[in-house]
């Protein structure tokens, strides 16, 4: 077995570190225009309450794969009046919430202040009595 130089080892993965970085930047990139992270039939095929709300999920993450930012999320809350929500470190994006009385909220997006919208996912079935209240 021939003798391992550590340092051009060591070298070697640092370049490579390097590149796989650069890569990844090139991808963010591309993603804007492209979305190369997502696919639709492998990801939602077949798509159910649950699989809807995670198509919600996945296209209202600002950080979800099809690599648009908060584009869908900035429409959607367009769409609703809502466009002064703020986006922050706290921000999230959550499928299948559960409030203090132990309700299920389909899908939740929390903003800035302690605000939030909840969506109630029905794509096959009539509201429930007192569907929407806590």
């Known amino acids: 077995m ?14 490579l570190a390097v590149k ?14 492209l979305a190369t992270g997502m696919n639709v039939v492998r990801d939602y095929i077949c798509p159910d309450e649950n699989g809807i709300s995670d198509i919600l999920r996945d296209l209202l993450d600002p950080n979800g794969p099809h690599g648009q930012g908060p584009v869908f999320l900035d429409i ?19 499928r299948e ?13 929390t903003f800035a202040g302690g605000k939030a919208v909840g969506i109630e996912n029905k794509p096959f079935a009539e509201d429930q009595f007192k569907q929407l209240e806590c």
Do not use: K, W
């Open 20 to 33: 796989i970085e650069i890569s990844r930047g090139i991808q963010r990139r591309l993603d804007v225009y």
């Open 97 to 109: 919430h559960y409030t203090s009385t132990r309700r299920r909220i389909d899908f939740l997006i």
């Open 76 to 94: 959607f809350l367009r769409q609703l009046d809502l466009s002064g929500m703020t986006i922050d470190a706290e921000s999230a994006t959550i």
């Open 2 to 15: 021939p003798d391992v130089d550590a340092t051009a080892v060591s070298s070697f993965f640092n370049e």
